[in-house]
């Protein structure tokens, strides 16, 4: 009997995985191009896509822009990937197509807050890369959040977070990447600005925003 129930529990669990994985990576497989139209903070921007759309897109603790450290700013071509969650496009990770070949910047601690996506909570990049449109080569400048230059310090006593446990969950040097319209892109809604439909049941969409 004990058997029995243990086999019955197991198959019910391999089948809420089968039903939750497909259901994960779905929400993963659409895609917006264009270029940023604004920035408004640290975790929302406004893209101009190439069907002609104003989107409003979400950035958050685990959304990844690559290259790892690069500031975002207006007329900067990108390829979003993520999902929709009600009136806006959750990003997953933001890939651009100008290459940096230097070294990554190395994740340390700011003090409480969220600096930069893509880092765990308190920590951030060594250093900001910034990208000049017009001679179309990258800076290195002390880290810029919130308004001011941030100075790393030392992780508080007890600290759960090691120094390698927030890096970026990937980072891949821009000269091994290759810029081009994704197969499967986002459709744009009817309307001129897009209205995303909300995703699931209601509009929890299983991520930390932080403001």
């Given amino acids: 009997m004990k058997n029995l129930i243990t086999k019955r529990l197991l198959g019910a669990a391999i089948l809420a995985a089968a039903l939750i994985t497909p259901a994960v990576a779905s929400?993963?497989?659409?895609?917006?191009?264009?270029?940023?139209?604004?920035?408004?903070?640290?975790?929302?921007?406004?893209?101009?896509?190439a069907s002609g759309y104003t989107d409003s897109v979400e950035l958050h603790?685990?959304?990844?822009?690559?290259p790892t450290g690069l500031?975002?700013?207006?007329?900067?071509?990108?390829?979003?990937?993520?999902?929709?969650?009600?009136?806006?496009?959750?990003?997953?990770?933001i890939d651009t197509p100008y290459r940096y070949a230097g070294p990554a910047p190395s994740a340390v601690y700011y003090g409480p807050g969220s600096w930069y996506p893509g880092y765990a909570y308190g920590y951030g990049p060594s250093f900001s890369l910034v990208f000049n449109?017009?001679?179309?080569?990258?800076?290195?400048?002390?880290?810029?959040?919130?308004?001011?230059?941030?100075?790393?310090?030392?992780?508080?006593?007890?600290?759960q977070g090691r120094q390698n446990d927030a890096r970026p969950v990937s980072y891949a040097p821009q000269q091994q990447r290759s810029?081009?319209?994704?197969?499967?892109?986002?459709?744009?809604p009817v309307a001129r600005a897009s209205n995303f439909a909300p995703r699931g049941n209601g509009n929890d969409s299983g991520h930390?925003?932080?403001?």
């Fill in 27 to 49: 929400a993963q497989d659409e895609h917006v191009q264009g270029t940023i139209a604004s920035i408004n903070g640290t975790w929302n921007i406004t893209v101009n896509d």
């Fill in 61 to 66: 603790q685990g959304t990844i822009i690559n």
């Fill in 71 to 93: 500031t975002l700013e207006p007329g900067m071509n990108v390829t979003i990937e993520g999902y929709p969650d009600g009136s806006n496009f959750d990003a997953t990770e």
């Fill in 133 to 159: 449109l017009g001679s179309r080569n990258f800076e290195q400048r002390s880290f810029y959040s919130g308004g001011e230059n941030r100075r790393p310090m030392a992780p508080p006593s007890g600290w």
């Fill in 179 to 188: 810029f081009a319209a994704p197969q499967q892109r986002f459709a744009a």
């Fill in 208 to 211: 930390r925003r932080d403001g």
